[in-house]
Structures are given as structure tokens and as C-alpha cells.
């Protein structure tokens, strides 16, 4: 990970993606992530393509108005979804299964008169898989230290549409909605949590 520099608070660097199975503990934030959490694409942000990762909160809200008045006096929120989106320029077969929901690979070894090689099915099934994300960067509070989105359950809904052409890099679509986690502290974790380190440990 690279150094932040002062002021801390501008973030300018990119942020790796990592997924493990639901349920996985995440990594203490002075940690780095390590198996079972997969990096994903073969080199994490060096295979981002320049629009690096972006973290998306969308809302659908209604504006209460009343009669005596002519400006809204409430805001109600009625649904709200987080995606964490990324174009991946990884066209290895374990990208391409993580892309489409985490398929299964197939492995044969080269042998006498066999290539080796790896394959996967093409066909998605009706169940979306889920996974646990892991965001990680830069802390906005100093140097050498790191801030994570944790994010317990989440989908791959993207539409892959890789085009390999020339002068032009093909690349895969991530796009992982953060789904309700029933096991949530409270309320406001049921997205996950996102936490930025301070100080280094004691």
C-alpha cells in the first residue's frame, strides 16, 4: 500500500478488493488481508482499469409535504443500496469466474502429448452467489495506516462484456450489491462497516 502524504484527509490512491465466503472474519485494520481473503483480479489495483474502484450509495426517498406549509417537512428514506463497482482488466479464467459469480474452475495438468489448461462453465444458474467484501486504501488520518469498507454479504450483479479488440485492453465488470446482513450489531451496520485506523499499535 502506498504512503499517504499530508493532507491526510484528500485520499488520491487506489483501493484494493478482496472476497472471502460469508462469515469470514475480517482483518484487524493495522493487518494486512491474508487467506482466505483473495485479491481480487491477479494484481489487485494494478489490473483496475483508471476509473479504480468506486463505492456507491444510492437512495430513494419521498419529501412529506402538509398544508400549511410550502416547502417538504420531512424527508423519509424508503430503500437505499451500496455497490462497490470496478472494471477489471484480468481476463484469467479465476477473474472471469469471480466475475461471473464465482464459478467453479477446472484444472488438467500438462502431461505427455496433453496441454495443460483451466476451464469454466459459462452458464450463471438462478442462485446469485454471496460473497464477503473487503475494501481497502489509505487511512485519512495519517500515514502508513489504512481504512477498509467491511461488508458482510454482498452479490456480483455487473454484466461482464469483455471486448477484446486491438490497442485496447478487454475488461471484466464488477459491480457488488451489499445485501442485508441479518446479523448486524444494529441498524446502521446492516451494510457493513467502514473503519479508518488512527494510531499505530501500541
Known amino acids: 500500500m502506498n504512503e499517504n502524504q499530508e493532507p491526510f484527509e484528500i485520499i488520491a490512491g487506489p483501493f484494493e478488493v478482496y472476497a472471502a465466503l460469508v462469515g469470514t472474519a475480517f482483518p484487524a485494520i493495522k493487518d494486512a488481508p491474508a487467506a482466505p481473503w483473495k485479491l481480487i483480479g491477479k494484481n489487485g489495483n494494478a489490473n483496475h482499469d ?105 452479490s456480483q450483479v455487473g454484466d461482464p462484456a469483455p471486448v477484446p479488440q486491438k490497442g485496447k485492453p478487454a475488461g471484466l465488470a464488477f459491480d457488488y450489491l451489499v445485501l442485508d446482513d441479518p446479523n448486524a450489531v444494529d441498524e446502521y451496520h446492516r451494510h457493513g462497516t467502514l473503519r479508518g485506523q488512527t494510531a499505530a499499535a501500541l
Do not use: N, W
Not at 484480468?90 to 495443460?116: C, F, K, M, N, P
Not at 495519517?142 to 461488508?151: C, D, F, K
Open 50 to 154: 483508471e476509473g479504480a474502484v468506486k463505492v456507491s450509495h444510492k437512495q430513494a426517498t419521498d419529501k412529506v409535504y402538509v398544508a400549511g406549509r410550502t416547502s417538504p417537512r420531512k424527508v423519509l428514506r424508503k430503500q437505499e443500496e451500496m455497490h462497490v463497482i470496478f472494471d477489471l482488466l484480468d481476463l484469467t479464467i479465476e477473474a472471469y469466474a469471480q466475475a461471473l459469480g464465482g464459478l467453479g474452475i477446472s484444472t488438467v495438468a500438462a502431461a505427455a502429448g496433453v496441454a495443460g489448461e483451466k476451464s469454466m462453465g459459462l452458464s450463471m444458474g438462478g442462485d446469485v452467489t454471496q460473497v464477503s467484501i473487503l475494501v481497502r486504501g489509505l487511512s485519512p488520518y495519517g500515514t502508513g495506516m489504512a481504512m477498509q469498507y467491511e461488508l458482510p454479504i454482498a
